[in-house]
């Protein structure tokens, strides 16, 4: 545990096996990182780990750990956090689905078995199972899933692939103004409302094959750490993790010794990600 400004944060490197996801990786972004990594040979920020019920759990980061795996490291520089802080704060990601229609998606989901019917009106999810989807052009549509989490989860997943693959999506936080799609992209398009989840639903996720899509799961934590900059060679390499976390205590006592760690406490943007 290292501490700044009286702020707590806690690095370590764990082996890759060790850890457990809750979401899928996006095969573009991670195929983006793995050609990132063998040119740079850098990692600069830390993937996010909660560490509940005597396990860990990747809540941030699916896609640099997939990269990671894919080029041959073992392990994985890890930001522990404590799951049962309140200020670990899980929301969710709505996607903007440019130029898909309705009538698209009630087809696909025809074709798929969901239960898809329209509305009325527009409104957010009245239960965990429930996907509401409003449309710049006015329409609102609800899609009914199966109650059990896999089988949910495998709809989810299906779903998000056949958008991925056909159009193109952003992310828009959920707490944003939804009263008036229109305003939240130039495109005509579908805004896709999921239902918010639990940590305790992260927790089951994890234990399960089928896992969350991604970019759907956000996690908002304190002292979040960026730019720490570690080679990937080693995180490649059989040395013991034991003996590389002391070296890794040693030189991040260091950077702030020497003055080199920043705490801000407002938002910031960054352009260099």
């Known amino acids: 545990m290292s501490i700044l400004a009286g702020e707590k944060f806690e690095l370590k490197l764990l082996p890759s096996n060790t850890v457990a996801l809750h979401e899928e990786c996006e095969d573009n972004r991670s195929g983006r990182l793995v050609e990132r990594f063998n ?55 709505y996607h903007f689905v440019s130029f898909m229609t309705i009538k698209e998606l009630e087809l696909f989901c025809i074709e798929s078995g969901m239960t898809f019917h329209m509305l009325l009106k527009k409104r957010k999810p009245e239960s965990n199972n429930e996907l509401i989807v409003l449309s710049t052009d006015g329409c609102a549509a609800s899609i009914m899933l199966s109650d059990d989490l896999e089988t949910r989860l495998a709809s989810l997943s299906l779903l998000n692939r056949y958008y991925e693959r056909n159009f193109s999506y952003t992310r828009i936080d959920s707490d944003t103004d939804i009263a008036n799609v229109k305003d939240l992209s130039p ?10 989840l639990a940590k305790d639903d992260i927790v089951a996720i994890a234990d399960l094959k089928q896992k969350l899509p991604a970019g759907i799961s956000r996690h908002l934590i304190p002292n979040r750490v960026l730019h720490i900059k570690i080679l990937v060679d080693a995180l490649k390499t059989d040395e013991s993790i034991d003996k590389r976390n002391i070296e890794l205590d040693k030189y991040i006592q260091h950077k702030i010794d020497s003055k080199k760690v920043r705490l801000y406490r407002e938002p910031i943007l960054v352009f260099d990600e």
Do not use: H, M
Request: aromatic share 12%.
């Open 39 to 93: 040119d740079e040979n850098v990692l600069y920020n830390p993937l996010i780990v909660a560490y509940i019920n005597d396990k860990y759990i990747l809540i941030d980061g699916a896609n640099r750990f997939e990269a990671l795996r894919q080029i041959g490291c073992k392990a994985i520089l890890a930001q522990l956090v404590d799951y049962t802080s309140s200020n670990v704060v899980l929301k969710s990601w």
């Open 187 to 196: 495109d005509e398009g579908l805004l896709f409302v999921f239902p918010d």
